[in-house]
């Protein structure tokens, strides 16, 4: 499993570093979490409940913060066991680059891989799951930093529907030649 | 003859209650004051248990109990035994990995059970599981079949993961055929990995009686005393005497019930350990992992022919994947079942097979519908379907020319089988006109006119069904005897309970037998009754697998009837005072040849329990027993022909007919027949076109819902033209031959040579997916 994803935060780079290392905001922040404490200087254990379409259980987390280079980017890596449901394994490149003073670009890629009944029954919703995951933690990260000026930022998606569209116009184009020809 | 005697498609008396909703299947059942099992699955493919921490569960309200593998041993629980013992080519024992059924210190596959949940509730037992906290030390594990022999070591003692690397045939003589030959035509192919997916997931219902210290297992098995054997002598739960094992309305096995599982094993100790009933039913995301599955071969095979198209000489070597434990009969798949059959219908004068039988981190494999006879009919026949095209030889004339002929039986072939009938020119002729074969060319250029790729493919297989005798199998490694038992007890008012050590998990042996049994004693279809799958009633059973029921418990049966008349013309003869040679019996009447005398049947059963005018020789009572152990395999065979018609945009292989003739020699009720061919073909198709168990280099099974694995549906197939001819098999009362794999052993072969023909290649993997076809098509 491979995700990228990018998000404008309506708040200087520094806040969110430090909203980044704060287990209560992280906590606040991603759904389904029960608990969030740092272990150590570079390390949390927190507890989340989630779903990921017909496999529903309590997630003990454990994450490592790697590679940090304050205030633009960390390494974290993911180590998660859902006990019955599973286990899961991943690691997040996150980077911030600053937007002017008054906003930030938060930019992650995203390696994982999943096991158990997660991957039996949940290799095919795995994607949309985390990506919509990841979705509602940075909507409520950004709201909880900056309420209503941070968004995401959809490239791909946006993309795609570009050249849909694109295509549209080429069909269209060509059915009206074809109507000049037959007509003819 | 009565409507409901041998021949007769008699309706299947079970299936009332099967379509009322009344059948009783293990999960119908339940004990009073029962508790429910929930079992600890590794998630890993390949880890060390470092701890299990069960303290989160047992604060869970209504858990009793979690148990490990340690709490089994501790207990003197053993292994999971493997019941064939293969010999590799140097003379060395195969090697056997111990299986504990709960594993102890390393878990080797995806699924893999580790510890049982015992609760008030089967909701409590799934909370205690969510919460037991298990650390895992991860190993790198060996998945792929291609390079098991060069991955991780799965068992200590098995160097390179080999279990055996076994051998049958002449390998001289097989390789001076390859140097003389004057064509060679040769395929590197996999045989697809199967899930089996009965409609019924296993499930099982034990308890203890700690007054008489009896067990009493409810399960869905396929043959109970064989469970009852295994879990006595090997498992060493209970002595044979205090365990009853009973296999109720079973629904479907395909295989995957013959073998003595761990759940199963775990269940019942857990209801000896907590005291009480305990029930488990796996669901359907276990059936999946933890169901033993079928196939996955690697194979390269090549065909010697002469310059006349004769095959001189087949050279086979094959990787079969055995899984991470040798299930109950896996060493023998791929082996004595697959091997043995390579000769298919052909007189090929030398041939030569190794196997290699490897260990990975993946669900055992064991048989499935065919075993490992699908495998060797794919083997033959995708060869000999590639050498006609190679030679540009009419496929079904390269298979004439090289037939065993009629008159050429009993045959023995170079792979250890000696045929004893079978007329292979029949079933073929009959297939070519049911599919109209010679106007094939113009539905091809038909469908080219449409834009779809045409294609039609054989499949002349043959099978070795009821596998015996006992004495040689047992030679070449068997641990059981393959022979059946059958009881005949004639009830005092002429009415007939039979008892068979087959078990009916869908075949319909409650009317096959009865209709055997009726037919033979005259009497009405109605008064007979067939009981089968419980130890406590049954004497003795080796259980249904390899469509042996009717060839060897129908022989059975066949034997004691034979007993019961004979007893009955001795009472006979007293009673009408004349002498036993002297009396006929036939249509349910003894009859005096020097009188004219007669007795029903039912007035010679009275006698024989109320016997005042009786022969003082005789003991009372009607009842007989019988085994029977077959003098050899029977050879059902046929031909199969597939048409497709693929269409090149979207890769979709439309099955447009399938003509299936098969000679299964005598047939006792030809509706069941058909009924058991139609499965075997969906089967078959299925594996051709559709299923396939895959497991991601990590060792995770992402084909594990019905999401992933993709079933046969009925708008994926056509309407079967199912036809017989009948060569009756020679060595057994009945003449019978057995019918119940033939559909999914030839129909692989049969669809991947029309598909093959459809898009002009040599080959293409099985399952041929729309998206394979679809790039084939593209070239």
Redesign the interface.
């Known amino acids: 499993m491979q995700q990228t994803g990018e998000y404008r935060i309506g708040v200087p780079r520094d806040a969110v570093w430090t909203a980044l290392n704060d287990p209560d905001v992280l906590a606040r922040c991603i759904e389904g979490c029960q608990s969030m404490v740092r272990t150590a200087d570079d390390a949390f254990a927190a507890s989340v409940k989630a779903k990921v379409g017909p496999v529903s ?2 997630f003990q987390a454990d994450l490592t913060l790697t590679d940090i280079c304050p205030p633009a980017s960390y390494t974290l890596n993911a180590n998660v066991k859902g ?5 899961g394994k991943g690691v997040a490149r996150v980077s911030l680059v600053p937007e002017g003073t008054t906003a930030t670009l938060l930019r992650y890629q995203v390696e994982g ?5 997660l ?3 949940g ?2 919703l795995i994607d949309a799951a985390t990506r919509k995951m990841a979705d509602d933690f940075f909507a409520k990260f950004g709201d909880d930093l900056a309420p209503g000026i941070s968004e995401k930022i959809v490239t791909e998606p946006a993309a795609t529907e570009k050249s849909g569209r694109y295509v549209i116009w080429v069909i269209v184009f060509l059915v009206l030649i074809m109507a000049i020809v037959l007509a003819s | 003859m009565s409507d409901t005697g041998i021949g007769k498609s008699v309706k299947r008396r079970e299936d009332l209650r099967f379509i009322t909703g009344r059948g009783r299947y293990t999960d119908d059942v339940n004990r009073p004051n029962q508790v429910y099992a929930v079992f600890l699955r590794s998630p890993y493919p390949r880890a060390r248990i470092v701890s299990i921490d069960a303290s989160g569960a047992d604060e869970v309200a209504g858990v009793i109990g979690v148990f490990t593998g340690k709490d089994l041993s501790a207990d003197k629980i053993g292994d999971l035994p493997c019941g064939w013992m293969v010999k590799s080519k140097d003379g060395s024992d195969m090697k056997i990995a111990p299986h504990p059924p709960l594993a102890v210190e390393v878990v080797n596959y995806v699924g893999e059970p580790y510890g049982i949940v015992v609760a008030e509730s089967l909701a409590a037992a799934r909370d205690g599981a969510e919460v037991v906290a298990t650390e895992f030390e991860e190993l790198t594990p060996t998945v792929s079949v291609a390079n098991a022999t060069a991955g991780a070591q799965l068992h200590t003692n098995v160097p390179d993961n080999v279990c055996y690397l076994w051998e049958l045939g002449d390998a001289d003589a097989t390789n001076a055929a390859f140097a003389a030959a004057a064509h060679v035509t040769k395929l590197t192919f996999s045989n697809n990995r199967l899930i089996p997916n009965a409609m019924e997931p296993r499930a099982a219902v034990a308890s203890f009686d700690a007054a008489t210290e009896e067990f009493t297992l409810v399960t869905t098995s396929q043959n109970p005393h064989l469970e009852r054997l295994i879990l006595s002598a090997f498992v060493q739960l209970a002595p044979e005497h205090k365990l009853r094992v009973i296999a109720p309305d079973v629904g479907g096995g395909f295989g995957s019930k013959i073998f003595v599982y761990a759940e199963e094993t775990a269940v019942a100790w857990a209801a000896r350990r907590v005291g009480r009933p305990v029930k488990w039913t796996a669901d359907r995301s276990e059936s999946f992992l933890a169901d033993a599955h079928g196939r996955d071969h690697l194979t390269t095979a090549e065909l010697a022919l002469d310059g006349d198209g004769l095959f001189q000489g087949l050279r086979v070597r094959t990787r079969a994947n055995l899984g991470a434990y040798l299930s109950t009969f896996a060493s023998s798949v791929p082996t004595y079942l697959y091997g043995t059959l390579l000769a298919g219908q052909y007189r090929t004068p030398a041939i030569h097979v190794e196997v290699e039988g490897v260990y990975t981190n993946t669900a055992p494999v064991d048989a499935y519908r065919g075993a490992g006879r699908p495998e060797a009919t794919y083997v033959v026949e995708r060869l000999v379907e590639t050498a006609a095209r190679e030679l540009k030889v009419d496929p079904a004339a390269l298979r004439r020319r090289n037939f065993i002929a009629p008159d050429q039986f009993p045959y023995q072939t170079p792979v250890a089988l000696e045929y004893d009938t079978g007329n292979y020119e029949a079933s073929l002729a009959a297939a070519l006109e049911k599919s109209d074969y010679a106007n094939f060319a113009a539905r091809k250029a038909a469908s080219e006119q449409r834009g779809k790729r045409r294609g039609i493919g054989f499949s002349c297989y043959i099978e070795a069904c009821g596998l015996a005798p006992s004495q040689l199998a047992i030679q070449l490694g068997a641990g059981v005897g393959l022979y059946e038992s059958g009881e005949v007890r004639v009830n005092p008012t002429g009415n007939v309970t039979v008892f068979t050590g087959s078990h009916s998990h869908g075949q319909g042996h409650e009317t096959t037998f009865a209709q055997v049994v009726s037919d033979k004693l005259g009497i009405p279809f109605e008064n007979v009754e067939v009981v089968h799958g419980d130890t406590g009633r049954v004497e003795f059973g080796l259980g249904t697998y390899g469509s042996r029921s009717i060839a060897v418990g129908g022989s059975a049966l066949v034997k004691a009837t034979d007993k019961i008349i004979a007893k009955g013309k001795r009472i006979a003869a007293h009673m009408m005072d004349t002498n036993a040679d002297s009396v006929d019996f036939s249509d349910g009447e003894f009859a005096a040849r020097d009188s004219n005398q007669k007795l029903t049947f039912g007035e010679v059963a009275f006698a024989a329990y109320v016997p005042s005018n009786y022969p003082s020789s005789e003991e009372p009572g009607l009842s007989e027993k019988a085994f029977y152990d077959p003098k050899n395999f029977t050879f059902p065979a046929g031909t199969h022909i597939a048409e497709v018609e693929i269409d090149p945009e979207t890769g979709v292989v439309d099955v447009v007919n399938f003509v299936a003739v098969d000679d299964f020699g005598r047939v006792i009720n030809p509706m069941i027949v058909e009924g058991q061919v139609h499965g075997g073909i969906a089967q078959g198709i299925g594996q051709a076109l559709l299923e396939h168990g895959i497991y991601d280099d990590g060792g995770q099974l992402i084909t594990g819902s019905y999401m992933d694995y993709c079933m046969p549906r009925a708008d994926d197939l056509p309407s079967f033209d199912v036809d017989m001819t009948v060569t009756p098999c020679t060595h057994n009362p009945l003449g019978v031959k057995g019918c119940g794999e033939a559909g999914a052993i030839g129909a692989p072969a049969a669809i991947m040579n029309a598909v093959t023909d459809a898009l002009g290649v040599v080959d293409l993997p099985m399952p041929a997916t729309p998206e394979r076809v679809w790039r084939a098509a593209r070239g």
């Open positions: 259980a309590t006990g019955a449901a599973g286990f891989q999943v096991g158990g009944k991957a039996q029954v290799q095919r």
